[in-house]
């Protein structure tokens, strides 16, 4: 098995795989963090002794998203470790879509813009009530991303999305859940153990006809959040330049409300 930086794999003798994020206390994501989960998925995928995989986080957050005050990282839409500008987030993103086992995120603690988007990429979120969740892009002067203009309405509906996206607010696990992007709210300490429980109750089931089915289920699915991503990279590149975007940026770092002018 590959040896991860960043991630903690594992797997149990009931079937379960466990991708532990290991960037506390916020585990902000950019392209390799993505990539370590997508290729741990891909391994997951070849392993017969897998047919459940939990993705759960150490530290405060689950994924508080892109940490914009650390340039060294490439974020999305940034260059890549070589310098290329090319989409390689969101291309990796896309490749952990395309994953075939189904996956039980358990949601402890923020899952912030793209740390939402990662969220979202699972089949089912386990959460508790101090848990946030925030599509905040449009707080920071920026455009939604990591393929939430599609994984986002999936899962709550339309006008939902556009409510979470315009306002950039935050909800807890127990709204979430009420909404449909949580499957499951629980105490905190328990989110983990509830998470482990429904990726072995699925793996429960017979693996090829849960395989076959989610494919069914699923359908396009990655290929419409490749069509969002290609869209959502060409709206932040121009977004990123204007004087909104270092407020916004400036603003949440500084924790007050941003002065936009609209430019």
Known sequence: MTTYKDI????AANY???IEIRRPPHNYFDMSLIQQIATAMEEFDKD???RAVVLCAQGKSFCAGANFNEPARDNAGENDVGGQPVNHLYQEAVRLLRTKKPIVAAVHGAAIGGGLGVACAADFRVTCPEARF???FTKLGFHPGFGLTVLLPELIGKNQAEL???TGRRIGGEEATRIGLASVCVPQDQVRAEATKLAAEIAESAP???ISTRKTMRGD???RVKAATDHELKEQTWLRGTEDFKEGVKATAERRVANFKGR
């Open 8 to 11: 903690g794999v594992d797997k």
């Open 16 to 18: 379960v795989g466990t």
């Open 134 to 136: 925030a599509a905040n």
């Open 164 to 166: 979470l996206f315009y």
């Open 208 to 210: 090829l006809a849960i």
């Open 221 to 223: 699915l990655a290929d």
């Open 48 to 50: 017969d002794g897998v």
